[in-house]
């Protein structure tokens, strides 16, 4: 992994921790959705490597480069949660001449399983932090946006959004190493990650 793949991936991560975390804020199941709550676990076995997300992921990531080249390494399994991390690199982050690879980003996409845990969407809610979507709805879970104005239309950002449904988290983030916005990434807005998110936990069923 070159210098800059090690700095953005781990730069990346620390924004997406930080999302996680308060996710999992309240113990009371009863306070989110009762059916999601109840939602089946999908088993470690069923969590996609990089690659097979990038196939369910699909025109998102296309002309990006995966930032590993072993798709296996984003998998993992704690004792408490298991889940798989990738990330994608756009063209310019490749570039040999620097004022161009400064330029570039990324697109990083997790997915949390945290069988123990459980996320308080009540608490959540009142505090501004869930956006409404019917897509999201549909499969009981709902949308954290840790800003409270989430713009479906517009860039994603360093902290996107989260889709939780149950005890299953699908969080999105993009940025570069000394841009926030990437113009290689604004075509991937908020709204288009939700669908993506929407369609990486029916793939989990």
Request: a negative charge; glycine letters at 12%; charged letters at 25%.
């Amino acid at each position: 992994m070159n210098r800059y793949k090690d700095r953005l991936f781990h730069s990346t991560f620390l924004f997406l921790f930080a999302a996680f975390v308060l996710t999992g804020c309240g113990d009371d199941e009863s306070s989110g959705d009762a059916g999601a709550a109840t939602a089946t676990l999908p088993s470690y076995g069923r969590i996609p490597d990089c690659g097979d997300m990038a196939t369910t992921l699909g025109d998102l990531v296309s002309g990006l480069t995966p930032a590993d080249d072993d798709d296996e390494l984003g998998r993992y399994q704690h004792d408490d949660r298991y889940g798989v991390n990738c990330t994608w690199l756009t063209p310019r982050t490749q570039s040999d001449n620097a004022f161009e690879m400064v330029k570039g980003g990324s697109l990083a996409v997790s997915i949390t399983v945290d069988p123990q845990g459980s996320s308080d969407e009540k608490t959540l809610r009142d505090l501004g932090m869930v956006y409404d979507d019917p897509r999201v709805e549909e499969l009981g879970g709902y949308v954290v946006d840790m800003g409270g104005k989430l713009d479906p239309g517009a860039q994603l950002g360093m902290i996107g959004p989260q889709v939780v449904v149950g005890r299953v988290n699908v969080s999105f983030a993009a940025g570069g190493l000394y841009l926030q916005k990437v113009e290689e990434l604004k075509v991937i807005t908020n709204d288009r990650v939700i669908e993506a998110a929407v369609a990486l936990h029916r793939s989990l069923r």
